[in-house]
């Protein structure tokens, strides 16, 4: 891309923008690829991929987590699809707030953001206590030989403290330096991905493909006691879709790094849809080598929890690549979490700018000389360590964190399916046709099935709580919130009041750059 050509392209982006309401004020310095390794280092299958495994295996054995995966992963695909038409339409950093503001109303779109800023933020604590565990489990453990056993709660968020504060001090220093960690971050997902695929297969004593297709009630007891016993193979399997879409989740990361993105009509999409794709694909054929690998089935699915550590433990390959694996598996969930910090912060600065959270004076301001949201970064770090003092156990945090995005991912798609053609006349490049309307409905239908699941034993705990934040959610905004949030621009004479505004924002910028 000629200098000449990218900046055409840049100032497209901007008077988008404008278009939309907006000063320029985040640096627009990711590309294609870029764009596309924030969602897919959020979604990291050496993640969910790892430390959620047990919750479809130890509920329905091999089928329940190959099955489940394939179609949550292609249940999510849709949803991207979904997703991406809209984004391709509204490139902004509040993505899907924006989106439903625009598509929805104003109070569709603040319900919206919250579900999606909770989400977020129990993607982050979840995966930082994962992190934790990981690290002790894998390179303390079995490097180091360090005994963890007596370590708890308090020794947890120690860690998760140090952690998190390290993924908002690399964040605070701005886009550049972090859109580098997270291009490493995507390289670095598909080799050890690859890489662990391949020492379980080399690993295989014989190759038996009909063992993937098994279903197998490990509930109870015979499953390490990780789900409860029952008889109903329907329950079982809709539980293990929780697996692929804690997993795939996170990929309105491109949509939330849109303002700083070139092209993004384009790469946002392509950010998205790819993310989902790639993790899907490798996901499925990675977890498969777990299940292939397994000397016996059985006995795996007893260890629980610790299905995947103990199999690691036992694979017959050299202790340098078991060290080089563990060490592999840790840095990239470190930095799955260091791209959610940098997802939900675009968030909390893009809900701010409109008003939507307490302190927004300070949450919406961008640092001029590293071009992040400095305060939005650091109000991230506080809310996902306080995440875990809530819950401090990973698949509550998991549980919760699939189902709050899908239903924020779900309330503007749900809105563009009846604005679609009438209110909503402005599109980008990507579009659906005639899949728009089905894949709206799936969608969901998908995301009630997705509440009902995750308000079910064992995580039927969510269940009130869930119930208590509606309640919460109409208090607020009909005491409070309906006549205080002013909301996003939307129609024309909003748009052209704020004109002068962004020409003194981008002014400001531009006088503390130079």
């Given amino acids: 891309m000629t200098e000449r050509t990218e900046q055409a392209i840049l100032d497209a982006d901007t008077a988008t923008l404008h278009r939309m309401g907006y000063a320029q004020e985040l640096s627009r310095r990711m590309h294609g690829f870029s764009n596309f390794a924030v969602s897919f280092s959020i979604i990291c299958i050496l993640a969910g991929g790892i430390t959620a495994f047990q919750s479809a295996y130890c509920g329905g054995g091999a089928f329940a987590a190959v099955v489940g995966w394939a179609v949550g992963g292609v249940f999510a695909l849709i949803v991207g699809c979904s997703m991406a038409q809209i984004a391709s339409a509204y490139p902004t950093a509040g993505g899907l707030y924006h989106w439903s503001s625009i598509l929805g109303g104003r109070a569709w779109g603040w319900v919206t953001a919250w579900f999606n800023l909770l989400g977020l933020i129990f993607v982050i604590a979840s995966v930082n206590v994962g992190v934790y565990g990981l690290f002790n489990g894998l390179v303390l453990g079995n490097i180091f030989g360090v005994n963890t056993s007596s370590w708890g709660f308090e020794q947890q968020t120690i860690a998760v403290v140090i952690i998190t504060g390290a993924q908002g001090l690399l964040n605070h220093f701005g886009i550049k330096s972090t859109t580098k960690l997270i291009d490493f971050s995507g390289y670095l997902i598909l080799v050890i991905a690859a890489l662990l695929t391949g020492t379980m297969l080399y690993s295989v004593q014989h190759f038996d493909f009909s063992r993937l297709f098994v279903f197998t009630n490990f509930t109870g007891n015979a499953g390490g006691g990780v789900l409860p016993q029952s008889s109903s193979h329907l329950y079982i399997f809709g539980l293990a879709l929780l697996y692929?879409?804690?997993?795939?989740?996170?990929?309105?990361?491109?949509?939330?790094?849109?303002?700083?993105t070139l092209d993004a009509r384009r790469n946002v999409p392509r950010g998205i849809l790819n993310a989902i794709f790639w993790s899907a694909v490798c996901g499925l054929v990675m977890l498969s080598s777990f299940i292939?690998?397994?000397?016996?089935?059985?006995?795996?699915?007893?260890?629980?929890?610790?299905?995947?550590?103990?199999?690691?433990?036992?694979?017959?390959?050299?202790?340098a690549l078991k060290d080089v694996l563990y060490v592999g598996i840790v840095l990239a969930n470190f930095l799955c979490a260091l791209a959610g910090v940098t997802s939900t912060s675009r968030m909390v600065y893009a809900f701010s700018r409109d008003g939507g959270l307490p302190g927004s004076k300070f949450l919406k301001q961008v640092d001029h000389k590293h071009r992040s949201p400095v305060y939005a970064i650091w109000a991230t770090v506080v809310l996902s360590i306080a995440a875990t003092l809530y819950s401090p156990a990973f698949a509550a945090l998991a549980?919760?964190?699939?189902?709050?995005?899908?239903?924020?991912?779900?309330?503007?798609?749900?809105?563009?399916?009846?604005?679609?053609?009438?209110?909503?006349?402005?599109?980008g490049p990507f579009r659906l046709g005639g899949l728009s309307k089905p894949f709206a409905i799936i969608t969901v239908l998908g995301a009630l099935l997705i509440i009902y699941v995750g308000t079910r034993p064992p995580y039927d705990i969510l269940d009130n709580y869930f119930i208590g934040l509606l309640v919460l959610l109409a208090v607020i905004w009909f005491g409070v919130a309906r006549t205080r949030f002013p909301g996003p621009p939307i129609n024309a004479s909003e748009i052209a009041a704020r004109a002068a505004e962004i020409k003194a924002e981008e002014m400001a910028l531009k006088d503390a750059v130079d």
């Fill in 292 to 319: 292939l690998a397994m000397p016996d089935p059985v006995k795996a699915a007893a260890d629980g929890a610790n299905v995947i550590f103990n199999l690691m433990a036992s694979l017959p390959v050299p202790a």
């Fill in 399 to 427: 549980v919760g964190c699939a189902m709050f995005l899908y239903i924020s991912y779900s309330m503007p798609i749900l809105a563009g399916l009846f604005a679609e053609g009438k209110t909503w006349t402005e599109f």
């Fill in 244 to 260: 692929p879409l804690y997993t795939i989740t996170g990929f309105d990361g491109s949509a939330h790094t849109s303002e700083e």
